[in-house]
């Protein structure tokens, strides 16, 4: 039984640098014999704003009910997006909000601080991309997107162990490297990792 594998493109353009990282993974990963399914995020028609919380839940669109069933069909999913701001894309922050939802994601217990994790089971890539250095992302600002991605979201909601592959300075990256960057997102895609 071959491995299923959603790969998620957190940036609004498919035809930006990310777009090509998450096609470069899906292509090594099908070229593997996984089975593969897609979702870009800028393609989708969905209000990104959660207005009232969790006290009353928004009726979801069709793509981000088709979004939470490809969700549930995956083993591993594979998040790639650009570092904004040190932190993730509007669009995407928005798409987490609509979409891991209680009783979707986790499950508060009653008059406990506890939870269920209901997305167990499932582990987890980021591929992210940034104009700073890398380095100077981790120490300077401790990864705080990355970790929050990592840690608040998918672990919260039980998906692990996640990995986190990471490309810094984008703006002065010449075509020999980004071409190096997209041999080795093809090579995770075909490790299937």
């Not at 992302?137 to 970790?147: K, L, N």
Request: glycine letters at 8%; a positive charge; hydrophobic letters at 45%.
């Amino acid at each position: 039984m071959s491995k299923k594998i959603l790969v998620i493109l957190g940036h609004p353009d498919s035809e930006s640098l990310c777009g090509a990282l998450a096609a470069s993974y899906a292509a090594g990963a099908r070229e593997a014999g996984a089975e593969v399914r897609e979702i870009r995020l800028g393609e989708l028609e969905f209000d990104p704003i959660l207005h009232k919380g969790y006290r009353e839940i928004q009726e979801l669109e069709p793509d981000l009910v088709e979004a939470q069933q490809s969700i549930l069909w995956a083993e591993h999913i594979v998040w790639v997006y650009p570092t904004w701001w040190g932190t993730m894309p509007a669009l995407m922050k928005g798409f987490l909000d609509r979409v891991f939802l209680p009783s979707f994601a986790f499950k508060y217990h009653p008059d406990s601080p506890w939870w269920d994790r209901l997305l167990k089971g499932r582990t987890g890539r980021m591929i992210v991309t940034m104009d700073a250095p890398t380095l100077y992302d981790t120490f300077a600002y401790w990864a705080g997107g990355r970790r929050t991605l990592k840690k608040a979201v998918l672990e919260f909601c039980g998906i692990k162990p996640v990995r986190i592959t990471t490309f810094g300075q984008v703006k002065f990256a010449d075509e020999p490297k980004r071409e190096k960057w997209l041999a080795k997102v093809r090579d995770l895609g075909a490790r299937l990792s």
